[in-house]
T-cell receptor, first 111, second 117 residues
Framework: GQQLNQSPQSMFIQEGEDVSMNCTSS?????WLWYKQDPGEGPVLLIA?????ELTSNGRLTAQFGITRKDSFLNISASIPSDVGIYFC???????????FGKGTLLTVNP | NAGVTQTPKFQVLKTGQSMTLQCAQD?????MSWYRQDPGMGLRLIHY???????DQGEVPNGYNVSRSTTEDFPLRLLSAAPSQTSVYFC????????????????FGAGSRLTVL
């Protein structure tokens, strides 16, 4: 079953606000990925993290690979209406190619 | 490049009917997989393949079959559809590796929405 705990499940914010979401696990992961899914589309990669402690930015998005390798965080600064969607974390561990996904965070941005 | 192409985009079946969801990728990815997405459940892995001729079960394989005769194609078969298989199905692929940037980063198709009555 699911091994990643993603929170919060949903967020309702005003345009311009900052957003934070995270994923935690009892297992150690080698790779953390953050995806965004727009309505009616497949998930699209936002940020990939490969080293513990790594902090990576993609425009207004910043993600971190936790030091313990059991968690990851995604921050969105100055949110805009097009940030609306479902954000998924995913982790990969060991030599197993399979990704484990969190259940997603539904973000709604009020203009 | 087209990336990952899924067909059909929408399908309605009656209980007991069979069908195949098609998936093709043109990125020469070794790894291909099928997920289903249900409200509140996230993405759950159905079956996956690490290369032509090799397939394995994921988290929720019951009721589904797959085959991988070529690197490009990875069809998902429902032999006898049930209402519990109503879902959105995503095919995804990646190249493989361990610790290599870009490895195991899945590229998703646009999805196939299946309704079983």
């Amino acid at each position: 079953g699911q091994q990643l705990n993603q929170s919060p499940q949903s967020m309702f914010i005003q345009e311009g606000e900052d957003v934070s979401m995270n994923c935690t696990s009892s297992s150690i992961f080698n790779t953390w990925l953050w995806y965004k899914q727009d309505p009616g589309e497949g998930p699209v990669l936002l940020i990939a993290l490969y080293k513990a402690g790594e902090l990576t930015s993609n425009g207004r998005l910043t993600a971190q690979f936790g030091i313990t390798r059991k968690d990851s965080f995604l921050n969105i600064s100055a949110s805009i209406p097009s940030d609306v969607g479902i954000y998924f974390c995913a982790g990969q561990k060991g030599s197993n190619y399979k990704l484990t996904f969190g259940k997603g965070t539904l973000l709604t941005v009020n203009p | 490049n087209a990336g990952v192409t899924q067909t059909p985009k929408f399908q309605v079946l009656k209980t007991g009917q069979s069908m195949t969801l098609q998936c093709a990728q043109d990125m020469n990815h070794e790894y291909m997989s099928w997920y289903r997405q249900d409200p509140g459940m996230g993405l759950r892995l159905i079956h996956y393949s690490v290369g032509a001729g090799i397939t394995d079960q994921g988290e929720v394989p019951n009721g589904y079959n797959v085959s991988r005769s070529t690197t490009e194609d990875f069809p998902l078969r429902l032999l006898s559809a049930a209402p519990s298989q109503t879902s959105v199905y995503f095919c995804a692929s990646s190249y493989t590796g361990s610790g290599t940037p870009g490895a195991n980063v899945l590229t998703f198709g646009a999805g196939s929405r299946l309704t079983v009555l």
